[in-house]
């Protein structure tokens, strides 16, 4: 279980740059229609003192970075580098965008620097906008990657961020985030996500890419946590997906 020097949360990508942040999806988020700060508002944590979570991701390839802000604009992420088992990378607010006031959980795709052992403990540093750091616990059985930047798999994965959150790692259209209705754990092996159906005006873009989500699940805890994700989708499709940490 990870844990953080930045605070604890009450509630708490790759074709183009491979550290294209991601939008923070779960359900009932979305409600009503916040009020809109000026470009560069105000809508995140205090530079230097900001609440910061981690998440493995792709097998390890990758780390799924939680911060809080506006909900309608993704974070930009830069150049993740390493020093030993040492990560840091820069996270900042898009520059002259107007933002939601809100203040929810985003996740940010950060590719683990060739290096880094993903089965050993793990130490985040962020800088910019989101500054601050957090510990990320190895995982047995994770392989670093063998070169920077390494292809990842294209196929869902996901990982534990907090005793009841999760970072949901699938692709698709860059500017159509999945949207669940339900994230429910329907047993003690097993957590449930149904995709709400899409809007019939709903426009994507072409792309291929990252989308993160944060799922937090009720009556989860860190003792005895599901160990697996199934994932269905709007016309009943099932996929099952190991959650690791």
Known sequence: MKTTRTGTASALLLLATLALAGCATSPGQGAGV???AAP???ASAPAGDAELYAAWLDAGR?????????SSCAPVVGEATAAGQTVTVEITDPEGVACTRDYVPRASYVMLPAGV???QDVEVFVTGTYAGDTDLDGVAGLTAPDTEGEMAEMTPSAGWFDDDGIVLLTYGSSTCPPVFESVDAVSAEEIRAVEAAAPADQVCTADYAPQLSVLQIPGVSGDARPGEIVLVSATGDEQRVGILG
Do not use: K, L, M
């Open 62 to 70: 990758a780390i799924g970075v939680v911060t809080f802000g506006s």
């Open 117 to 119: 052992d993903p089965a």
């Open 34 to 36: 916040p009020e809109t």
């Open 40 to 42: 560069g508002g105000d």
